[in-house]
Nanobody, 116 residues
Framework: QAQLVESGGGLVQPGGSLRLSCAASGFNFKWADVSWYRQAPGKEREMVATITRPGQFKNYAESVQGRFTISRDNDRNTLYLQMNSLRPEDTAVYYC?????????WGQGTQVTVSS
């Protein structure tokens, strides 16, 4: 059974950093396009960053460009999101997503709160 499990969320002050992780199992992770999404209260879920199967192509939402970095470790079946210079507007539940062979998988989400 395919599973994505996020971790690393928490409370951080503005300007701080967090590193999210997403552990994948039950499907061929190295052949999946994987992404981070987020959803703030009262807002629609939005794509934050995506990375293709070989890890050669990365795409970021304009709001996080230059502050967030997406990466993957195919040997560990893990996706990462390094978040620097965090702002209060980054507060949201962050979700890991994978698309492999036409199937979509979602994690349960991890809360990130940026507040002083």
């Amino acid at each position: 059974q395919a599973q994505l499990v996020e971790s690393g969320g928490g409370l951080v002050q503005p300007g701080g950093s967090l590193r999210l992780s997403c552990a994948a199992s039950g499907f061929n992770f190295k052949w999946a396009d994987v992404s981070w999404y987020r959803q703030a209260p009262g807002k629609e879920r939005e794509m934050v960053a995506t990375i293709t199967r070989p890890g050669q192509f990365k795409n970021y939402a304009e709001s996080v460009q230059g502050r967030f970095t997406i990466s993957r470790d195919n040997d560990r079946n893990t996706l990462y999101l390094q978040m620097n210079s965090l702002r209060p507007e980054d507060t949201a539940v962050y979700y890991c997503h994978a698309r492999a062979l036409g199937d979509d998988y979602w994690g349960q989400g991890t809360q990130v709160t940026v507040s002083s």
